[in-house]
């Protein structure tokens, strides 16, 4: 077995992904730790050559929320939560949503999951009051939990108790 290959790819993105967005985000993952101007660089041009693959936009967010770039992270979680509700035709203001919505396949759960991280950045940047409402959007349009936004809840919750 050749190790060169069988660590060639570090993460595992979308099986549909294209093959040269793959490269730049594999590439991008692997300067992360160690050349951050280099990874920003290339999760930006995997982006770029496709703007509709939601990937791209996940692991921006993933990758500037972890380097404490909130507000980049803020940007990048609205951008791809405008590009899946423009693939899922629906609104992309989650106050215009309803349950209905989001039932439409893995465009929606993306959206979702967006979602829950933008509430996870606001409770970062300590606009808890935010969080609350779009969390509480997120109970009514995803009734199931399938995005996992009650852990956001709870941590919420438990911020709040440690406030008062």
């Known amino acids: 077995m050749n190790a060169g290959g069988f660590f060639e790819e570090r993460v595992l993105f979308s099986p549909n992904l294209p093959p040269e967005v793959n490269r730049l985000l594999q590439m991008a993952v692997a300067a992360s730790h160690s050349e951050k101007p280099l990874a920003e660089k290339l999760f930006k041009q995997a982006q770029q050559l496709d703007t509709t693959c939601l990937q791209t936009y996940f692991a921006l967010y993933k990758f500037y929320f972890y380097q404490g770039h909130l507000q980049e992270a803020e940007r990048e979680v609205i951008a791809a939560l405008e590009e899946a ?31 829950k ?26 009734p199931e939990d399938r995005s996992g936004a009650s852990v956001i809840m709870q941590l919420s919750e438990a911020l709040d108790r440690e406030a008062a």
Request: no cysteine.
């Open 85 to 115: 509700a423009h693939q899922g035709g629906f609104p992309a203001d989650y106050h215009l949503l309803t349950g209905h919505d989001m039932y439409a396949g893995d465009t929606a759960l993306f959206y979702l999951y967006s979602l």
């Open 117 to 142: 991280a933008l509430a996870f950045i606001k409770l970062r940047q300590e606009q808890a009051g935010t969080a609350r409402e779009i969390l509480s959007v997120m109970s009514m349009i995803d």
